[in-house]
């Protein structure tokens, strides 16, 4: 396990469609975060899971998107009825509990892209 | 890859230069901050980070100033490598929550 692996790197799909992406974070890492990239931006906290519990979520995350980390270990993130808009890369990071979340490691991300 | 950050402001320097990057934070009860250095078609990498009750903080090759009487923070990063080339990013947190603010970025050029 050498790191955050997401899947898959790339989408494409079509306005009004679902997707979903995985996140496997580094083994026993037990935070895990969800933050949204768009170019020229720095990237947007979405959502943060300590082990299965989702304990904070932003105003950005609507009722179309949704996380979920069932076992505690891989997350995965849906969006509903994509809209042009929901076009971004999105990252996951993963942390052991610490003083700081300092020790968050970002994956590679997934680039969305809805046409 | 793809491009992080296609309109970002530019910071070119000459190999082996001194280069520092600027920010500034927003948000007074932030009590960390923390730089991270993204590469192209990568995610973000964590370089350095300090909490709010020190004003100077070194690691390797880099360092980092905080000045909160007017929020402001910079990385400096000594004799600049080729490799130093990315987009650099300040994050701003505070204890207890775990969604960091990042800046909106600065790209970094180095000049061989």
């Known amino acids: 396990d050498t790191g955050v692996s997401q899947d898959p790197r790339h989408k494409i799909t079509k306005r009004g469609q679902n997707v979903t992406f995985r996140c496997d974070p580094i083994?026993?890492?037990?935070?895990l975060y969800w933050y949204r990239q768009t170019l020229g931006q720095g990237p947007e906290f979405l959502t943060y899971?300590?082990?299965?519990?989702?304990?904070?979520k932003s105003r950005l995350l609507s009722d179309r998107f949704s996380a979920e980390r069932p076992k505690g270990s891989f997350s995965t993130l849906e969006i509903q009825r994509t809209e042009q808009g929901d076009s971004a890369m999105y990252l996951c990071a993963s942390s052991v509990p610490g003083k700081l979340n300092t020790e968050a490691f970002f994956g590679q991300g997934t680039r969305l892209t809805v046409v | 890859g793809e491009s992080v950050g296609l309109h970002l402001p530019t910071l070119s320097v000459q190999e082996g230069d001194n280069s520092i990057i600027n920010c500034a934070y927003s948000?007074?009860?932030?009590?960390?901050f923390i730089w991270y250095k993204q590469e192209s078609g990568k995610g973000p990498q964590f370089i350095i980070d300090i909490r709010s009750n020190m004003d100077k903080r070194q690691g390797q090759r880099v360092t980092v100033l905080l000045n909160k009487t007017v929020k402001h923070l910079s990385l400096q990063i000594a004799a600049t490598q080729p490799g130093d080339s990315a987009v650099y990013f300040c994050?701003?947190?505070?204890?207890?929550?775990?969604?960091?603010?990042f800046g909106s970025g600065t790209r970094l050029q180095v000049q061989p």
């Open positions: 994050a701003e947190g505070i204890t207890g929550r775990r969604a960091l603010t």
């Open positions: 083994s026993e890492h037990n935070r």
């Open positions: 899971f300590q082990n299965e519990a989702q304990l904070e």
């Open positions: 948000n007074s009860a932030s009590d960390y």
